[in-house]
């Protein structure tokens, strides 16, 4: 009963999203503050800022429980010494998050292994700490709902990407009205 009762709210919010401070962050998302602690985002391909690399780790924990649509992800670990990595050589950033997100040290090469590809369809949760590298890939219009548990440093987190390009910010911005529009309409279409 409770994934039903999950789903009747978010689409109730989803068919009248104008009542509400929706934000974009670059990473190819809309969000909604429904606490300090959890956000309803819905995953859109066409909210990513141009270059922006998706793996990343966060400055807290976390369960995120698919609502609607298929949530994909790859984790990646830190390969060991004198082993070939099985995912490749990636710069590494430390950022500091959110509102006037900026890099707070230079970049390094780290070595890193790519997890088995895990999906997640609506119902279903998983957990994330803090220190866990992963690549989020939704199919448009997922909608989830991620319930934040906050540690000392909530500024903190780190970014990683591939080739020789700088880092690209992904802060987050406020949506425009027509983006409330389309995305939530776009979710409703394709997965409700």
């Known amino acids: 009963m409770e994934g039903t009762m999950i789903r009747l709210l978010v689409q109730n919010i989803l068919e009248r999203p104008g009542g509400f401070d929706w934000s974009v962050q ?28 998706a793996i990343h780790s966060h400055p807290w924990d976390m369960e995120s429980k698919v609502v609607a649509g298929r949530y994909k992800q790859h ?36 070595e890193l292994d790519e997890q088995p590809l895990e999906v997640y369809l609506p119902g279903m949760s998983y957990n994330q700490s803090h220190d866990e590298i992963h ?3 939704p199919e448009d219009g997922t909608v989830t709902l991620v319930t934040r548990a906050f540690l000392e440093d909530r500024d903190h987190a780190r ?12 802060k987050p911005r406020r949506a425009t009205p027509d983006e409330v529009t389309q995305v939530t309409a776009r979710a409703l279409r394709t997965w409700f």
Not at 30 to 44: C, G, K, P, T
Not at 89 to 108: L, S, Y
């Open 26 to 53: 670059g990473l190819g998302m809309m969000r909604l503050y429904l606490s300090d602690e959890v956000r309803l985002h819905i995953w859109d391909s066409a909210l990513k800022v141009p270059g922006v690399s």
């Open 75 to 110: 984790r990646y670990t830190r390969t060991p010494p004198n082993r070939v990595p099985w995912g490749g050589k990636f710069k590494c950033v430390q950022i500091r998050c959110g509102e006037g997100a900026c890099v707070t040290e230079p970049p390094v090469e780290v």
């Open 135 to 137: 690549l989020s890939c």
């Open 159 to 170: 970014v990683y990407w591939r080739g020789k390009g700088d880092w690209v910010d992904a």
